[in-house]
């Protein structure tokens, strides 16, 4: 079974400042994909960024960074130079590559609540 | 292009009703995915489509809840018999099937069984 958690209370950090949300997984999976999303208060889950188990290099997309320590089975999300829009609830997630069908649902945590102060 | 759709955006239903959520996938996507979203429970997975295949209901919590999927598109949720538990934002999501398999999710449709 794979299971993800979120245990920061709500986040809070200064505009144009850089913010670290953490995550860490357990899974007994050989392969398995990493997922960030972002959920704002129009409820719409927004893919931020994925990180294969594989990859070598820590997945990047444009302002968010994943800092991927697979031996610590830890995959934090990194924002740097925070804007207000920015503020959201953030979900860990994973799945299992290999197989498809009753493995290829993503497994969430709980969220993160991050605010960002003008 | 247009993203997932969903439609009602809101339902407001009496217990005991029966409702139907729908999906609107990205065109060409061939896996598709339900999801709830409950105070306390985060997200959780309810069902998921993949092509012609038979869907995996594996996540799905009683028999008053099914889904299907016609033409391998748009997909429907239905509750039936509702209660108050039920009460809860319901996801849909689908993905392309290959590559890193990201999933790209709908508005949701935020059910509240009175």
């Known amino acids: 079974a794979q299971k993800i958690t979120q245990t920061q209370p709500g986040m809070f950090v200064q505009e144009k400042e850089a913010v670290t949300l953490d995550c860490t997984y357990d899974?007994?999976?050989?392969?398995?994909?990493l997922f960030w999303y972002k959920q704002p208060s129009s409820g719409e889950m927004i893919f931020l960024i994925y990180?294969?188990?594989?990859?070598?290099q820590n997945a990047t997309e444009g302002r968010y960074s994943l800092n991927f320590q697979k031996a610590r089975k830890s995959a934090n999300l990194v924002i740097s130079a925070s804007q207000l829009g920015d503020s959201a609830m953030y979900f860990c997630a994973m799945r299992e590559l290999i197989r498809t069908g009753a493995n290829s649902k993503l497994t969430f945590g709980k969220g993160i609540t991050l605010s960002v102060r003008p | 292009g247009a993203g997932v759709s969903q439609s009602p955006s809101n339902k407001v239903t009496e217990k005991g009703k029966d409702v139907e959520l729908r999906c609107d996938p990205i065109?060409?996507?061939?896996?598709l995915y339900w999801y709830r979203q409950s105070l306390g429970q985060g997200l959780e997975f309810l069902i998921y489509?993949?092509?012609?295949?038979?869907?995996?209901k594996s996540g799905l919590p009683s028999d008053r809840f099914s889904a299907e999927r016609t033409g391998g598109s748009v997909s429907t949720l239905t509750i039936q018999r509702t209660q108050q538990e039920d009460s809860a934002v319901y996801l849909c999501a689908s993905s392309s099937g290959t590559g890193t398999y990201e999933q790209y999710f709908g508005p949701g449709t935020r059910l509240t069984v009175t």
């Open positions: 489509f993949q092509g012609n295949s038979a869907p995996d």
């Open positions: 990180q294969g188990s594989y990859d070598e």
């Open positions: 065109s060409g996507h061939t896996a």
């Open positions: 899974t007994s999976d050989q392969s398995y994909g």
